[in-house]
């Protein structure tokens, strides 16, 4: 007993050293994996630096914080940035988790907190509703390699990947909370992977909405980064919605898809559409930025960070908010958002933006909304830096440094040497007029520009008021539509010969970071300011030629004689005019579809099928997955196939079915069996193939994923799953056999009837994480072990395949 406190003790006193700064850690640690220790021949890591004298000498001249702040703002800077995630509302085990973190590990995980100088382990956010969001004052590094928090880091990876639980930084969950999105509202995400914002605008739309109903809205997420695009679809496929369109555009050229009349007419289509062109009610703009917020994350920033960055950045996040409002519609809001501190990249861009817009654009105070959120207002004055030199006014800027050094990164957003000029000649003319922009305008000397716009509306978080990452947010409302030359832009005016996926790169652009959850460098591409809505010709360039918009590898299409196409090349699949992207078909097999509303017993007028099924597949012979969309999404498909298929889509909707083929022969009357992902929404509307079973059983199949029909613990449930048809099941957990009324708590799982047995269609992860939830649920004492069911039973794998 004694040896065992004295290693706990030992053991908690190394998890406090190594709290002071994780990133010094050497690879010969004892508490890192064998699998690292694998190198421990080579020489210890070097401690990252995180000292950087132009950051300091910046940040100071721009006044982010007060003096007397300083040494505790960089203090906390250098030291790494705590875990945190946030609880899926959506999830039918919402209120389990939030008790499991409440009654479990915040007491568990106390002494830990305590030996490394902390009040609390894990604790809510006061700012975020409903205790849904989670800080921890452990680094994600701490939790990933400490045995102590072992438990806790299982946990976390576990609820992660069945959706329970999004992994994201605290100040990027504030965005999506300013954006007051209702359920009918058509949400853009303009740069949205790695998808963890996305995630969130969905989880409120779905909140919102009717129990048991789909929303009216839905969200589009766009990012142009094609591999970027399938961590997005990853992220997102955790939601199971069917409100969801990914696409791959840049985003200063997201497609408006605008239906003209004449096009209409020509093509035979009504003029009464549902939608005539796309807009949206509410924009996130969270722009690619320099990130030097997330330094606590990304700490090799430090490193790399320079005044540059921020300058090379400026243009194309005016064009990328400009191109968002251009999008919104008229009452909307319109959030512009970064993980940058650097005022050129934040309040320059919103006073742009101001400027532009006039007065169809206002910036929306939203000082009384999460009070408990800390938050600067924006800066009114700032300066700007070019190659080791300040500059408080753009009449000081060099002719030849104005390339690099634009009007609009100034407060005024004016050449005042222009306005000066302009000045002296109305008062030579008898009218006088004074610059309201100047503060101690005394010739030759350093004009220090202030900005009357009220930018004190923005926010910006520090990382020191809350132990954050830092963050700006600037809230807009559309009031009425933009001045005509904002919202039809010349296109020739920035034409260029390069295709429109190709990226130029220029030095400030390699180390651009997204103001998500994880600190990527992905190319920005090329600004190009141009009106999506006016057709024009674009030659793409493919992407990866390996992997369709799935995510999966593309296999050699086959044709009916194939032995005579032996030599024919892979065929690379065609969205339209978009090369390497999989056609998004609406599936009119009516055949097809009856097979499916009978074999399950789902009735139209209640679920409907037609019209709401979608495929990636042109011939419906070799369709192996159908996505079911929602009425809005259906609508966007709609006049996306009316204007020509303008919008390249990555991923759309929910996938509910998929084509399954059985060992053991013979027809069945359903090819299709309904996937993980689709269960939920299709659930209520399923009167066939369904069996209701008792706890014992249910978890047994869960544990040992396939049960012989003998071996059932409830004798009469073995014979209901016999007298199912082969194929595809559902299997509902019910206190009595009697059927139970289906809600968002019912417990089901997919399974399949095959020859001699029932076997789960349900992941390993979905299968432990189930488990888990029961166990909760249920006494400790349960009926016995089933016979023979870890043994030589038939299961899934040989009951069927997946095609």
Known sequence: MGRGRHRGRSQRKHFKESRENVWKRPRTDPTVDASDNAVADKPSWEPILTDNPNFEEYYKEQGIVRAEEWDVFMEILRKPLPAAFRVNSNSQFCDDIISILENDFVKSLQAEAIEGGELEAIKPLPWYPKNLAWHSNFSRKQIRKHKTLERFHEFLKLENEVGNITRQEAVSMVPPLFLDVHPDHFVLDMCAAPGSKTFQLLEIIHGASEPGTLPNGMVVANDVDFQRSNLLIHQTKRMCTSNLIVTNHEGQQF????????????????????????????????????????????????????SGMGNGLHSLQVILAMRGLSLLKVGGKMIYSTCSMNPVEDEAVVAEILRRCGDSVELVDVSDKLPELIRRPGLKTWKVRDKGAWFTSYKDVPQNRRGGVLVSMFPSGKNLKETSETTEENENGGCKETDKFLVDAIPDEPVVEVSDLPLERCMRIIPHDQNTGAFFIAVLRKVSPLPEFQEKPNPRKHSSNKPADSTEKSPAEEAVVTADAEPVESPVEKVIEADADIEKDVSLVEPEKEKNTEGETIKEEKEANSSSHAGDKRKVPMQGKWKGFDPVVFLKDETLIDSIKEFYGIRDESFPLYGHLVTRNTDTSSVKRIYYVSKSVKEVLQLNFAVGQQLKIASVGLKMFERQTAKEGGSKPCSFRISSEGLPVILPYITKQVLYSPMADFKHLLEYKSIKFPDFVNKQLGQKAIDLVLGCCVVILSDGEEPVKVDASTIAISCWRGKNSLGVMVTSADCQELLERLAERTPKTEVGSVNGSNGDSGGPAEAMETA
Do not use: H, Y
Not at 255 to 266: D, I, M, T, V
Not at 269 to 297: A, H, W, Y
């Open 255 to 306: 497609p408006g898809c605008r239906l003209n009349k004449f096009r209409a007419s020509e093509k035979g289509l009504s003029e009464d559409m549902p939608i005539n062109q796309l807009s949206f009610d509410r924009v996130l703009c969270d722009v690619p930025c320099s990130g030097d917020g997330t330094l606590r994350k990304a700490p090799d920033i430090w490193r790399k960070w320079n």
